[in-house]
T-cell receptor
Framework: GIQVEQSPPDLILQEGANSTLRCNFSDSVNNLQWFHQNPWGQLINLFYIPSGTKQNGRLSATTVATERYSLLYISSSQTTDSGVYFC???????????FGTGTRLTVIP | ETGVTQSPTHLIKTRGQQVTLRCSSQ?????VSWYQQALGQGPQFIFQ???????GRGNFPPRFSGLQFPNYSSELNVNALELDDSALYLCASSSNRGRGYTFGSGTRLTVV
């Protein structure tokens, strides 16, 4: 399967700070999603971004498929941004997602 | 549109028992996938169902089985439960339009 590495594993921010989360993957992908897992376990889809750049409010993401990485930017962080952020990828012809081990973000007031 | 719903939310079972978890897919989605997430780990793919047939399987033993119904809802069955089966089980649905997967809130299974 495709190997997915996320960094950093843990991140502590002061409310209002900006951050960048990184996802490296080992093979070509036709699906890449960023998820936020809330304390109750639900995976909230943030972006479907196999390539290019997208923005949604304070969050934006960029995937450079040819270089096999994706970045998630969080600006002006809020305490509600706390949780675990997962990057997940799907390969060409694959019918499943491979997940990284996540970045645990803690935003302190 | 309705999202992915899973039931029950929590479950406690005894080692050796059998369990059935249920999932209703998002409106317009015809494919359902199941994932297991152990504590502190990322989700691991169990299997996927499309048109009521298994359409791919991860590295899980045969005691993990599933069904998909004509309305695209799905069940995950686990026989002969082991302590290591304790995990959050996530269901995800998708369509063939390539817009990614939508996950439910999960069922947290504890095997004692």
């Amino acid at each position: 399967g495709i190997q997915v590495e996320q960094s950093p594993p843990d991140l502590i921010l002061q409310e209002g700070a900006n951050s960048t989360l990184r996802c490296n993957f080992s093979d070509s992908v036709n699906n890449l999603q960023w998820f936020h897992q809330n304390p109750w376990g639900q995976l909230i889809n943030l972006f479907y971004i196999p390539s290019g750049t997208k923005q949604n409010g304070r969050l934006s993401a960029t995937t450079v498929a040819t270089e096999r990485y994706s970045l998630l930017y969080i600006s002006s962080s809020q305490t509600t941004d706390s949780g675990v952020y997962f990057c997940a990828v799907g390969g060409t012809g694959a019918n499943n997602l491979f997940f990284g081990t996540g970045t645990r973000l803690t935003v302190i007031p | 549109e309705t999202g992915v719903t899973q039931s029950p939310t929590h479950l406690i079972k005894t080692r050796g028992q059998q369990v059935t978890l249920r999932c209703s897919s998002q409106s317009g989605h015809n494919t359902v996938s199941w994932y297991q997430q152990a504590l502190g780990q990322g989700p691991q793919f169990i299997f996927q169902y499309y048109r009521e047939e298994e359409n791919g399987r991860g590295n899980f033993p045969p005691r993990f089985s599933g069904l998909q119904f004509p309305n695209y809802s799905s069940e995950l069955n686990v026989n002969a439960l082991e302590l290591d089966d304790s995990a959050l089980y996530l269901c995800a649905s998708s369509s063939n339009r390539g817009r990614g997967y939508t996950f439910g809130s999960g069922t947290r299974l504890t095997v004692v």
